[in-house]
């Protein structure tokens, strides 16, 4: 947990519990912290939680908290999510997506980019479509019951729709669906929303209101979303496999998710790179992991997360926030990799085994692809684990690929190739065919760039994974 969001829970008013589960039934919403971890209940039910749920509540005490809707809104932030679209307050206000947001009854925030005042995050929480108060999960005072939503409405300039997924658990069902979500899937809740959905949207290409066109975008997202779901859950897929299944290799990696994240923002972080110390920030952060699968998974045999760990698409997430920004500030090369230092640094996940769509309705699939905040990729690669040389084919590919997705996403700073063994002769003479080979781009300061245009371009780099270690063959640094 955040510490300043402990330090504020602290705060509350507390109440012992005698170490049975009905203290939690009887409407309350709260926080039990303890120091084997802790858990969030909003009106009797439990909405996330950190450690054995039976345990914290035997050694913790309950926080109470002054509306129902913080917990909602602490429980959200504390959890992985994902960013549904980015807006602009002048041109879509929260308010024009409120019905769209009610409509799908789905559990969400609105989280603002820069909050009323600096240090602020705020979030307009709507559970299962029904808009609750604004809290403040940062540095200002919590704000909520009436006039709050409309409050911080006013104070936005730009937000996002982030989408979490709480799954709500009886705490008299305390068990091991508390810190994952309930296995299965509601084939027939799906289906009768979507109905809804469509109905909506049906009416709203009738109008043809151009009010109305940024909740017509958001309801086809998620009438799209909707029907995959329903299709995969007709097909039998849509259930989660029970805690110690055995997954396969593919499929572990495929359905995993990494988090670039600090024990506390207080402390040195990535943005330090300028003065911070190697070991402050490498101590400071973690990777944390969301599977599509239930935790206590493993892989052939191995518990998955030694199997994970081992992977070379983990061991290059890891180095590539952990270990290369400080080699490239400590040879001086910031300005040699300007769009990779500058973008290190915003990484805030990492997706495995990741599609981009581009416009025109084509795709491109990489290993590894690292997005910031927004879901903007910034960083592509393949990975190459062969024990033969990686080709002049497979560079020319991630090549080919990435030049193809920056008409779509101009933010991709990098793509890197990462071999188990080493390069073909012929794959550095792609890289220098591409690059210029420090001839045609010999006035700019910027090394291993394809550039695309004017404005276009991205570092392409050539990463050998050998043994342990991984190390920046290309450029040489």
């Known amino acids: 947990m955040d510490p300043r969001l402990r330090e504020r829970i602290d705060g509350w008013e507390t109440r012992s519990l005698t170490g049975a589960v009905g203290d939690l039934a009887e409407g309350v919403s709260g926080v039990v912290l303890a120091e084997e971890g802790h858990l969030f209940v909003h009106e009797g039910r439990i909405v996330g939680s950190e450690g054995d749920p039976e345990r914290v509540v035997r050694t913790g005490r309950l926080h109470v908290a002054p509306a129902p809707a913080l917990v909602l809104g602490y429980a959200m932030t504390e959890r992985e999510s994902e960013t549904r679209r980015s807006y602009d307050a002048a041109e879509t206000p929260p308010e024009a997506l409120h ?17 009323p005042e600096p240090r602020d995050e705020w979030a307009i929480v709507y559970e299962d479509g029904s808009r609750e108060a604004a809290v403040a999960v940062g540095g200002g005072e919590p704000l909520t019951g009436a006039g709050a939503v409309e409050h911080v409405s006013r104070a936005l300039e730009g937000y996002e729709v982030v989408e979490v997924s709480l799954a709500p658990v009886d705490p008299a069902d305390l068990g091991p669906t508390v810190d994952g979500d309930p296995p299965g899937g509601d084939h027939d809740g799906d289906g009768d929303r979507l109905d809804r959905l469509e109905a909506r949207l049906d009416a709203i290409e009738r109008e043809g209101e151009a009010g109305l066109v940024a909740e017509n975008r958001v309801l086809r997202e998620t009438v799209d979303r909707l029907e995959a779901r329903i299709e995969e859950l007709e097909a039998g897929g849509g259930g989660e496999r029970a805690a110690g299944d055995d997954v396969a290799p593919e499929e572990a990696i495929a359905g995993t998710n990494l988090f670039v994240r600090y024990a506390s923002k207080g402390e040195s972080t990535l943005a330090d790179l300028d003065s911070a110390d190697p070991e402050a920030v490498r101590s400071n952060l973690r990777l944390d992991h969301h599977t599509e699968f239930e935790e206590g998974a493993s892989v052939e045999g ?107 996403y101009p933010g991709i700073a990098a793509a890197m190739v990462v071999a188990a063994s080493y390069f073909d002769p012929d794959a550095l003479e792609v890289v220098d065919g591409v690059t210029g080979g420090g001839g045609f781009l010999r006035r700019s300061p910027k090394r291993s760039y394809v550039t695309l245009s004017r404005n276009r371009g991205y570092h392409l780099c050539l990463v050998e994974a050998r043994r342990e270690e991984l190390y920046l063959s290309t450029p040489d640094l």
């Open 99 to 115: 019905d769209v947001l009610a409509a799908d009854e789905r559990t969400c925030y609105v989280d603002p980019a820069g909050g």
């Open 302 to 408: 191995r518990p998955f997360e030694d199997f994970l760990e081992s992977t070379i698409e983990y061991r290059f997430v890891d180095w590539l926030v952990g270990t290369l920004p400080f080699e490239i500030r400590d040879t001086g090369s910031e300005e040699a990799l300007a769009d990779l230092s500058e973008a290190i640094p915003r990484i805030d996940r990492a997706t495995f085994d990741a599609t981009l769509d581009l416009d025109g309705g084509e795709s491109v699939a990489f290993d590894v692809v690292a997005f910031d905040r927004h879901g903007t990729p910034l960083v592509t690669a393949r990975c190459h684990e062969s024990r033969e040389p990686a080709s002049r084919e497979v560079v020319a590919g991630v090549e080919e690929a990435t030049s193809r997705a920056t008409s779509t």
